[in-house]
């Protein structure tokens, strides 16, 4: 393609971080064919105490980052189900 290692590298470091600052900011990030990124609320509910699984402890909201897959990446991938099954059987 014509571009080094290296520069490759750096480039999708820097897709990265223009993902990752988007979301911070609470905006969804849509790569076509490939599928978008949102932020979500995922609600707070009790959870339990490894150390003491008879206590109940409040596990507050907190914001999450969801994938959704694309048609195209989600067609893609669905036609390497043989590959994946001959690998199981092996």
């Known amino acids: 393609m014509g571009i080094t290692q290296t520069m490759s590298s750096k480039m999708f470091h820097m897709v990265l971080e223009i993902v990752t600052r988007e979301l911070a900011n609470a905006n969804n990030v849509v790569v076509r064919d490939f599928g978008t990124f949102e932020t ?22 907190r914001a999450v980052v969801k994938f959704q897959v694309g048609k ?12 994946l099954k001959r690998r199981e059987d092996q």
Request: charged share 40%; net charge positive; aromatic share 0%.
């Open 40 to 61: 979500k609320v995922a609600k707070g509910r009790p959870g339990r105490n490894p150390k003491d699984p008879n206590k109940t402890i409040p596990i507050p909201d």
């Open 72 to 83: 195209a990446l989600k067609e893609k991938v669905a036609r390497t189900l043989p590959e």
